[in-house]
């Protein structure tokens, strides 16, 4: 795969030179937006007016006006005779003049005719902001070969806020030439009125939750949506100690087409494991529990080896062959060809991994360590690690248990260089324990919002830190985003309202069908003091709605998700006191008030290729599609979540969708396909399968991968010195294991207004419903068995300091 960048953003590479120049150009026609839409008149240089040479890369190409024409005398001919890297394209003149005037918020049909030689050309957008200037924007869509003139139509997505101009063109990307001619851009018609609202006016504008009778039956703290649409979650020991030494592991499968719960035998403690979806839909389960911090404190949890994988077909866990090192609590992300890469976690002895593995999808199995690149290097405990659209991984910062890894706190990791680089900008870089980061909708925009955060260590109060970093910039950096909205938070006496720089940590992130973001749950302080908040993020506007609130605490061990009827399930809570929310909420968002749906009503092939243009019809007009891929997600961590628009053509109830050609960008499997109409209001989904990345039109073909990030100045280091481990305290939890068992955790460190008092800590705890707390050995570290009758917090401790 080519992974070599320029910068796709400085478009020109010839200026436009000679004398030719007609007296009165022509005009766009009232519906047609393009000038010279035929190349019919010439410009001052070798290009026709209104039309400029572009491109970047290592290729040898050639611009010709030619005779071999759609219609009147003359079409455009952009050909590769050799290439490395890099596109070519003749584009509309970024100016005043040739630039179609746009509409934020209005889509846009555009056309053309053309005749290739290869399977590697798209159609291509850059826009104009009126404070960034000229941008990329996005690739519409893949043009098939075809040998004579063919039609190829697009409907651009809704122009984002801040643009006046677009300029596009088809880019050439592989070797061989793309001819084109009569350019057609038209103004899509009036959306439809605005909705009407079929429930109560509160949850028109703030959704509403729904508590559901029957609880879930196990202490799950993972969730995976299954392509069949039902749910596997995976408990395992379910951090309770007793459980774990009676060898009792579970897992559930929650149908949502009956609200029924299936629990499934589960062969190992795959507690705080890893998972992510393997192309055919199995679910690849890696590491989990070998054992509990012993009470002394001097042994930390371990991570086993072992690694399974989950059917939904037969409901039935087979296990893979072993990792190569343990990692309890490591990062999974799907790559574009289909592996799976993991870092991070702990090992076997309770030492950090700083081995990399890597699961091969060609040869299902796990490669041996000597196969895959190692930098030897410790990413902490489930590192947010997500996929780049050239097949690097970013590194947001978020992550599990306690400070950051050195450095900036976010980095580029390039598997292929194996080489790190730094990336600035994110505040507070150790203070993002349990956050959350997402790559924002769309995937093309490669963009990464990171929220919240704390640290179990110090226990301060979670911040409301946002942080937005654009990886198509040559040289990205975080820039501060808005703060998180406030709540409420229950401090033990019941919910109050947050105040200062209150935040929170442990908060689920869930991409929606409508291209917002849900941000809900979370906890002030180390598994304690949940906070009730939910709002909606737009990241066009880059700002946060408050909608209605999940009425049940949602901090440590919680995930949330999007069900294929647009709704978001939420589970678990598993606070310091050891106990267990087996309570379930969903969560109904506000264009599910919004007045009818739209229903796909056929798909033509649930089978998709990279490149494809795949039809659908629907049952009204629709105003956009896409791919979302199912959850895996745990510890507020899904990175492999992703939202991939599908451009459309639209022929009244019949849209063709026009599929990415980069697997980098839509990584191979199952996804949700959505169609959402103008008012936002999404179908239920569809599923379809994403074929691997060799799949594609053209067994020659390629994937268009832009020249994004190519400049980074953060400092770079490649691979360090191999080693086996990375010593990590056997405390990383933030738990005391002096007191109660494994499963209780007693804060390291209290939040700074309980004191340092044993009367006020007894009274935290007491408020905290830890009720009786036996001292471990003969150590109390943090002062709660003053009488030393091996009880903390008994009747002769709270009385004294």
């Known amino acids: 795969m080519n992974r070599r960048r320029g910068r796709t953003a400085l478009l020109t590479v010839a200026a436009l030179t000679g004398s030719l120049l007609l007296a009165s150009p022509p005009s766009a026609s009232a519906a047609n937006l393009i000038r010279n839409p035929g190349f019919e008149t010439a410009g001052t240089g070798d290009m026709p007016h209104c039309w400029n040479k572009s491109g970047w890369g290592d290729n040898d190409f050639a611009f010709t006006a030619t005779t071999d024409a759609h219609s009147g005398d003359t079409a455009m001919k952009v050909e590769l005779t050799r290439r490395v890297d890099g596109d070519r394209k003749a584009l509309i003149t970024e100016s005043a003049e040739c630039a179609p005037v746009v509409t934020p918020g209005r889509q846009y049909d555009l056309g053309l005719w053309y005749k290739t030689t290869t399977p590697d050309a798209a159609v291509t957008l850059f826009r104009h902001d009126t404070t960034a200037g000229w941008q990329y924007w996005t690739d519409l869509k893949t043009l098939e070969t075809a040998g004579d003139w063919t039609r190829a139509a697009v409907r ?48 028109c504008a703030d959704g509403s939750w729904q508590v559901l009778p029957t609880r879930n039956p196990v202490r799950a703290m993972h969730a995976v949506v299954l392509h069949n649409g039902k749910v596997l979650l995976i408990a395992g020991s379910g951090n309770d100690e007793s459980m774990f030494a009676a060898g009792t592991f579970t897992s559930a499968v929650y149908d949502p087409a009956d609200g029924s719960y299936e629990v499934i035998p ?117 590192p947010s690690m997500i996929l780049m659209q050239d097949g690097r991984l970013f590194y947001s910062g978020s992550h599990v248990f306690g400070n950051n890894i050195p450095g900036t706190g976010s980095a580029i990791y390039d598997y292929d260089a194996n080489t790190i680089t730094q990336v600035p900008g994110l505040r507070n870089k150790d203070e993002r324990d349990q956050s959350a980061s997402v790559l924002l909708p769309p995937a093309q925009d490669q963009r990464v919002l990171t929220l919240g955060g704390g640290n179990i260590d110090s226990n301060p ?74 709002s909606l993020f737009d990241p066009e506007t880059e700002t946060f709605d408050p909608v209605a609130v999940d009425p049940e605490a949602r901090g440590y061990h919680s995930s949330a998700f999007l069900m294929p009827d647009g709704r978001v399930m939420t589970t678990g809570d598993n606070p310091g006191n050891g106990t267990w929310n087996h309570d379930v909420s969903v969560y109904s968002p506000p264009y599910l008030f ?61 849209v063709d969708l026009n599929v990415t050609s980069n697997p980098d960008l839509a990584p191979p499997g199952w996804y949700m396909l959505f169609a959402v109409d103008a008012n936002g209001v999404p179908s239920v989904a569809e599923w379809v399968h994403l074929a691997g990345p060799r799949a594609l039109g053209a067994a020659e073909a390629s994937a268009h991968v832009h020249d994004f990030a190519d400049a980074p100045k953060g400092k770079v280091t490649g ?22 068992s494994a499963d209780v955790c007693v804060p390291t460190a209290f939040p700074a207004e309980v004191g340092d008092t044993t009367a006020a800590r007894c009274a935290w705890l007491e408020r905290n419903d830890y009720g009786r707390l036996k001292v471990n ?9 003053r009488d030393r009758d091996g009880v903390a917090c008994g009747k002769g401790d709270a009385g004294r300091r």
């Open 266 to 382: 589960t062969p190992k403690d795959m507690f705080c494991a890893g998972h992510v979806q393997l192309q055919d839909g199995r679910v690849l389960v890696m590491s989990g529990n070998k054992g509990y911090p012993t009470a002394d404190g001097r042994v930390g949890y371990q991570g086993y080896r072992d690694s399974y994988v989950f059917d939904p077909e037969t409901g039935t866990y087979t296990r893979t062959g072993d990792m190569n090192d343990g990692h309890w609590y490591p990062s999974a992300t799907v790559l574009g060809n289909g592996d799976v890469i993991s870092f991070g976690g702990l090992r076997e002895d309770s030492t950090g991994s700083v081995t990399a593995d890597l699961w091969s999808e060609a040869e299902q199995r796990w490669l041996p360590t000597g196969r895959v690149n190692q930098t030897w290097s410790f990413w902490g405990l489930y």
């Open 461 to 534: 109060d979670a911040n409301r830190l946002t942080d937005i970093v654009d990886l198509k910039q040559p040289d990205p950096r975080y820039v501060a985003g808005p703060p998180i909205p406030q709540g409420t938070v229950d401090l033990g006496d019941g919910p109050v309202p947050q105040t200062g720089d209150q935040g929170k940590m442990y908060l689920s992130v869930v991409l929606l069908p409508d291209g917002k973001v849900l941000e809900t749950g979370g906890g002030l302080h180390n598994r304690a003091d949940p906070v009730f908040e939910t």
């Open 156 to 203: 651009t997505p809704e122009v984002p806020a801040g643009t006046d101009r677009i300029s596009w063109g088809v880019s050439v990307y592989g070797t061989g030439s793309a001819t084109t001619d009569d350019y057609t851009m038209e103004q899509v018609a009036d959306p439809v009125p605005p909705p009407r609202c079929t429930g109560t006016a509160a949850q």
């Open 594 to 654: 919004k007045g009818p749906r739209p229903a796909i009503t056929s798909v033509t092939d649930t089978e998709w290729t990279y490149g494809d243009t795949q039809r659908i019809t629907v049952d009204r007009p629709v105003a956009k599609a896409e791919l979302i891929r199912p959850a895996a997600v745990t510890h507020s961590s899904d990175p492999n979540q992703r939202f991939v628009d599908l451009p459309l053509s639209v022929d009244g109830n019949n």
């Open 719 to 740: 691979p360090g010195k191999k080693r086996k481990a990375q010593r990590v305290s056997p405390v990383i939890s933030g738990c005391d294991r002096h007191y109660g």
């Open 777 to 785: 050995g003969g150590d109390d570290p943090l002062g709660l068995d």
